[in-house]
Nanobody, 119 residues
């Protein structure tokens, strides 16, 4: 099992910044992908950004504003969010996907952290 603990959500004004953190612990996989998804009320959960050891990808709606990074020594992924807009308001979930020979890919989710962008 992998446990994910998120932090950093909150209320921010439009144009402001927030940084989310997610620390993984437990049975860490040597091959893994970490990322952030978000879910607004009444909408599906969508990918925001994902990062492997060598690459990143972003949703079109956040490109140029959000930056995902990771500290492998700490098993932690970060999401720096700049130029926030009201439409970024959602619950943000940390996602961890780990691969192991014999069992394949396993997926884990954090508990979610609320991000509200409002004046």
């Amino acid at each position: 099992q992998v446990q994910l603990v998120e932090s950093g959500g909150g209320l921010v004004q439009p144009g402001g910044s927030l940084k989310l953190s997610c620390a993984a612990s437990g049975s860490i996989f040597s091959t893994n992908v970490m990322g952030w998804y978000r879910q607004a009320p009444g909408k599906q959960r969508d990918m925001v950004a994902r990062i492997t050891t060598g690459s990143t990808n972003y949703a079109d709606s956040v490109k140029g504003r959000f930056t995902i990074s990771r500290d492998n020594a700490k098993n932690t992924v970060y999401l720096q969010m700049n130029s926030l807009k009201p439409e970024d308001t959602a619950v943000y979930y940390c996602n961890y996907e780990g691969f192991r020979l014999g069992t394949g890919w396993s997926t884990y989710w954090g508990q979610g952290t609320q991000v509200t962008v409002s004046s």
